[in-house]
């Protein structure tokens, strides 16, 4: 009757649970706030700044026609200058809104056609102190976030200023080579050099990391020295562009380096005026006759010369043997020739066999044979009706891309794009502005004959799917409709519309293993009313 039971839990996680969690709240909260006050903060000065360049603007026209130009020079000169601070203030401010941004992770990434020298210089004074190389010269307009690039590239000379040798020449570097951008900001050593060059470099881009002794004088120490998290922000904002920051401090300078992807951007008006024609040997791999009627005229479209296109794939043995010529046409190339090897999918070998080889696969294994200096040679596509994104998944995987037997667009402009960003611009042969002559006739000739052979394709497949419907098993007739699919998409790359639901119809039928007489009837009355629209006048 007189016990006591006494129960003792430990709380301490969870009273330090909670008031992590408060802590965390009060953060947000407190961020956010920070977040609201800042935006009202920069958004009044940069409409202040904006406003001062725009009254700078006005009295410079007013001085221009009143006085004139050589009586107001000076003048004029303390407006330019005034115009410079004032731009530098509303990139400082704009800058420190990004960095914000991309600290607390709301910042995307907005790629756009950017000329790298131009975007450089406006972000920084380019002179004689602060020289400007690029490799190759011109550059070409390539795709980033200029935004994000200025940033790095701006607070990487405000260092090499504040911690070079006063006065010290800053160099900048900018190397293209192929998708990959270099640029380096080179410095010579400053008062503190020495201490530094011990370090971990990978320590610079840590948060919170002073690389340089804090003066005992308060005044100095608050105006020389960062709180550290500059090449923190720096890194951020690296990896947000895909890329990376290293600095090395070497005996007679530090060197800055930011890596990054900078795919060239390639205008249609580039397009329109490259072609293969120099050094590609062309292979096309496909066991449909029609589909390499294609294939032919995409080579032809590319300049490629007759003499250097292959077109194998009608036989048993060439399908079987398909690693092996892929292998041997890489052997056969010139020391600076390059190989266009375009495969499809699906290699049906002859009824009354019911097997199909993967082209995808094929390429692989002939790509696994290779030494990568010969692989690095050859651009492999692989071809196929079947454009599911697993698909097209494996496609790429397998090989070095995909063309859609029912393309959105031209596939001679599909591969140039492909081909330069897997060779540069320099793979390719400018022929300059294109030119009406002979031969844009035969091109339009060809395509005529594409027309025909499409019409002639269509009519055959649904003939014979017709007649074997019947008594030929699944496996085979899935072949011949696969190869009618194949056959409405180049129809549709050829202009004609109504495939696209055939197209979808044939492709429900992959699961089902039947075909049923009225989805029959339906792909049979659609395939023959496109027929006659490929060749007019019939």
Same mark, same amino acid.
């Given at each position: 009757a007189g016990s006591c039971v006494i129960i003792v839990r430990d709380v301490t996680e969870k009273e330090r649970l909670a008031q992590l969690e408060r802590e965390a709240t009060a953060a947000a909260v407190e961020r956010q706030k920070d977040e609201e006050a800042n935006r009202f903060s920069r958004h009044e000065v940069k409409n202040g700044v904006l406003a001062a360049l725009s009254q700078l603007d006005s009295i410079s026209s007013e001085m221009r026609r009143k006085?004139?130009?050589?009586?107001?020079?000076?003048?004029?000169?303390?407006?330019?200058?005034?115009?410079?601070?004032?731009?530098?203030?509303?990139?400082?401010?704009?800058?420190?809104?990004?960095?914000?941004?991309?600290?607390?992770?709301?910042?995307?990434?907005?790629?756009?056609?950017?000329?790298?020298?131009?975007?450089?210089?406006?972000a920084w004074q380019i002179n004689e102190r602060f020289p400007l190389t690029t490799h190759p010269s011109p550059l070409p307009v390539v795709d980033i976030d200029q935004r994000l690039l200025c940033l790095v590239h701006r607070n990487a000379l405000s260092n090499a200023c504040k911690y070079g040798r006063h006065g010290g020449v800053?160099?900048?570097?900018?190397?293209?080579?192929?998708?990959?951008?270099?640029?380096?900001?080179?410095?010579?050593? !400053?008062?503190?050099? /020495?201490? @530094?060059? %011990?370090?971990?470099?990978?320590? +610079?881009? *840590?948060?919170?990391?002073?690389?340089?002794?804090?003066?005992?004088?308060?005044?100095?120490?608050?105006?020389?020295?960062?709180?550290?998290?500059?090449?923190?922000?720096?890194?951020?904002?690296?990896?947000?562009?895909?890329?990376?920051?290293?600095?090395?401090?070497?005996?007679?300078?530090?060197?800055?380096?930011?890596?990054?992807?900078?795919?060239?951007?390639?205008?249609?008006?580039?397009?329109?005026?490259?072609?293969?024609?120099?050094?590609v040997t062309a292979l096309a791999i496909d066991d449909c006759e029609f589909q390499l009627v294609c294939l032919e005229a995409v080579f032809?479209?590319?300049?490629?010369?007759?003499?250097?296109?292959?077109?194998? !794939?009608?036989?048993? /043995?060439? @399908?079987? %043997?398909?690693?092996?010529?892929? +292998?041997? *046409?890489?052997e056969a190339l010139p020391p600076d020739g390059r190989l266009l090897l375009i495969v499809d999918e699906n290699l049906d070998l002859a009824f009354p066999s019911s097997e199909t080889v993967s082209g995808s696969y094929a390429a692989r294994t002939a790509l696994n044979r290779m030494p990568p200096s010969e692989e690095a040679r050859t651009l492999v596509l692989v071809r196929s009706a079947n454009d599911s994104e697993s698909d097209v998944a494996l496609y790429n995987e397998r090989t070095h891309g995909f063309l859609s037997k029912a393309p959105s667009e031209p596939d001679?402009?599909?591969?140039?794009?492909?081909?330069?960003?897997?060779?540069?611009?320099?793979?390719?042969?400018?022929?300059?502005?294109?030119?009406?002559s002979a031969a844009d006739s035969a091109q339009l000739d060809d395509e005529d004959e594409m027309r025909a052979a499409a019409a002639a394709e269509l009519r055959r497949l649904v003939a014979l799917i017709g007649a074997e419907r019947a008594s030929a098993p699944w496996c085979e007739l899935w072949k011949w409709l696969h190869r009618l699919k194949g056959a409405l998409g180049s129809s549709r790359a050829l202009g004609c519309s109504g495939a696209d639901e055939l197209i979808r119809t044939i492709e429900s039928l992959r699961s089902r293993g039947e075909l049923e007489e009225t989805v029959w009837s339906l792909i049979e009355r659609g395939s023959l009313a496109i027929a006659p629209s490929l060749v007019p006048g019939t």
């Open positions: 006085v004139g130009l050589e009586a107001g020079a000076t003048f004029h000169r303390s407006l330019a200058s005034m115009r410079s601070g004032l731009t530098h203030t509303l990139e400082t401010v704009l800058s420190q809104a990004l960095a914000r941004d991309v600290l607390h992770g709301n910042y995307l990434p907005r790629t756009a056609p950017c000329k790298i020298e131009q975007a450089l210089g406006l800053v160099a900048t570097e900018v190397v293209l080579a192929g998708d990959q951008l270099t640029i380096r900001v080179v410095n010579e050593p !400053g008062e503190q050099h /020495e201490s @530094v060059r %011990g370090l971990d470099p990978a320590s +610079v881009f *840590a948060k919170g990391t002073r690389l340089h002794r804090v003066s005992s004088d308060e005044a100095i120490a608050t105006a020389r020295v960062s709180k550290g998290d500059g090449g923190w922000v720096m890194a951020k904002c690296a990896e947000c562009m895909l890329g990376e920051c290293s600095i090395a401090f070497r005996e007679a300078e530090t060197v800055f380096e930011l890596r990054c992807p900078a795919p060239q951007r390639l205008e249609e008006s580039f397009l329109d005026e490259a072609d293969l024609s120099a050094g032809a479209s590319l300049g490629i010369p007759e003499e250097s296109t292959t077109l194998i !794939g009608t036989t048993d /043995e060439e @399908v079987k %043997g398909a690693a092996d010529t892929i +292998v041997a *046409a890489v001679r402009r599909t591969v140039l794009r492909t081909w330069v960003t897997r060779f540069g611009c320099e793979a390719v042969t400018r022929k300059g502005a294109p030119a009406r």
